[in-house]
């Protein structure tokens, strides 16, 4: 149900998060504030393309019908 990149994106913050906590103090915040703003930015960048994607192939799908 979700996107492929959803699972890949998770996995990278889990992994950033078991680094963090292996870490002290400032650092391991400055990690994790890195860390979810990276996730955020990939999750908007993968929302517009997916949006725009579809739009253009259902263009494509009625181009061809039409045809």
């Given at each position: 149900?979700?996107?492929?990149?959803?699972?890949?994106?998770?996995?990278?913050?889990?992994?950033?998060?078991?680094?963090?906590?292996?870490?002290?103090?400032?650092?391991?915040?400055?990690?994790?504030?890195?860390?979810?703003?990276?996730?955020?930015?990939?999750?908007?960048?993968?929302a517009i393309l997916v949006g725009?994607?579809?739009?253009?192939?259902?263009?494509?799908?009625?181009?061809?019908?039409?045809?």
């Open positions: 149900m979700f996107h492929p990149a959803f699972g890949f994106l998770m996995t990278v913050l889990g992994a950033k998060l078991d680094k963090a906590r292996s870490e002290e103090g400032a650092s391991a915040v400055e990690w994790v504030v890195i860390a979810a703003v990276l996730v955020a930015i990939c999750g908007a960048v993968a725009a994607l579809e739009g253009k192939a259902g263009e494509i799908g009625s181009d061809i019908e039409g045809a």
